[in-house]
Antibody, heavy 122, light 107 residues
Framework: EVQLVESGGGLVQPGRSLRLSCAASGFTFDDYAMHWVRQAPGKGLEWVSG????????GYADSVKGRFTISRDNAKNSLYLQMNSLRAEDTALYYC???????????????WGQGTLVTVSS | SYELTQPPSVSVSPGQTARITCSGD??????AYWYQQKPGQAPVLVIY???ERPSGIPERFSGSSSGTTVTLTISGVQAEDEADYYCQSADSSGTPLFGGGTKLTVL
């Protein structure tokens, strides 16, 4: 059974940093691309960032480019998102998701975790 | 910037057919995917590559594509299908994006 478990969310002041983690199990982690997708309270889904199986291809949404950094550790079956210079508009539930049935970085997002909540507020 | 456009809401009675559309200029060249999200839950992939259905997804869910519009069809809608539905594709540079979502109400 595929499991994706996010952690690291919390309340943080504007301008500060936070690092999210996603622990994966139930599939061959180092075979597949991984992504972060977020959802602001009461809003729709927004793709944030994606990384190929070998970290050779990485992409970011314009809204986070230059502030967020995605990475993975295949030895630990883990995905990370380093978030710097956080803004109020980054407040959202952050989901980790994998791509198994499609192209590395275009989707789909086959399996999702339950998300970790990031709140940016003073 | 590129957008995927969905109707904000669709309403149907139980047993009827619900059709949710998603429009975007790049859809003829990029696959579309559909996700179902129920309140308080993570999204679930229900259609991939325009019309393929993952194992475990009921046969009443189907997808189709015509030009710049893709459609999610739910035949014989059940009360449990009430949810938000999101289409997803990629722009011309391969960057993933989602439609704004459609709230399906089962009357």
């Amino acid at each position: 059974e595929v499991q994706l478990v996010e952690s690291g969310g919390g309340l943080v002041q504007p301008g500060r940093s936070l690092r999210l983690s996603c622990a994966a199990s139930g599939f061959t982690f180092d075979d597949y691309a991984m992504h972060w997708v977020r959802q602001a309270p009461g809003k729709g889904l927004e793709w944030v960032s994606g990384i190929s199986w070998n970290s050779g291809s990485i992409g970011y949404a314009d809204s986070v480019k230059g502030r967020f950094t995605i990475s993975r550790d295949n030895a630990k079956n883990s995905l990370y998102l380093q978030m710097n210079s956080l803004r109020a508009e980054d407040t959202a539930l952050y989901y980790c998701a994998n791509t198994i049935r499609g192209d590395c970085c275009k989707g789909p997002f086959d399996y999702w975790g339950q998300g970790t909540l990031v709140t940016v507020s003073s | 910037s590129y957008e995927l456009t969905q109707p904000p809401s669709v309403s149907v009675s139980p047993g009827q057919t619900a059709r949710i559309t998603c429009s975007g200029d790049a859809l003829p060249k990029q696959y579309a995917y559909w996700y179902q999200q129920k309140p308080g839950q993570a999204p679930v992939l229900v259609i991939y590559k325009d019309s393929e259905r993952p194992s475990g997804i009921p046969e009443r869910f189907s997808g189709s594509s015509s030009g710049t519009t893709v459609t999610l069809t739910i035949s014989g809608v059940q009360a449990e299908d009430e949810a938000d539905y999101y289409c997803q594709s990629a722009d011309s540079s391969g960057t993933p994006l989602f439609g704004g979502g459609t709230k399906l109400t089962v009357l």
